[in-house]
């Protein structure tokens, strides 16, 4: 329950991190755009559980597919597209937290 909650604080203060160190004239913009990316996680619609807090999204579910992330990571290039970049790598960085959690890494 814990890691759920930290878990969800993470996916929203991450994003209002970033948003306020590189986005300040702009950064409430910025942050919804950012929050907005959680919809990434409509994929866990169609998995059975939809969910496991014992799963890695990383690599199961396909909007968390390494490909997706490559696609996500280019998205970066180019300026109109450039925060719903952002927003769904910063997604993929705390959900593959939890994977490294759950294979007994320490959370960095």
């Known amino acids: 329950m814990l890691s759920t909650a930290l878990h969800l604080a993470l996916h929203t203060l991450v994003p209002l991190a970033v948003a306020l160190l590189f986005f300040r004239s702009q950064w409430k913009k910025a942050w919804l755009i950012m929050l907005l990316t959680m919809l990434v996680d409509l994929d866990h619609l169609v998995a059975e559980p939809i969910f496991d807090p014992g799963r890695c999204s990383i690599g199961f579910h396909f909007l968390h597919s390494y490909s997706a992330i490559g696609a996500y990571l280019l998205m970066t290039l180019w300026q109109p597209l450039r925060l719903v970049g ?3 790598l910063i997604h993929m960085l705390v959900d593959a937290s ?4 759950m294979a007994g890494f320490p959370l960095l």
Do not use: Q
């Open 86 to 88: 952002l927003g769904l």
């Open 98 to 101: 939890d994977c490294w959690r």
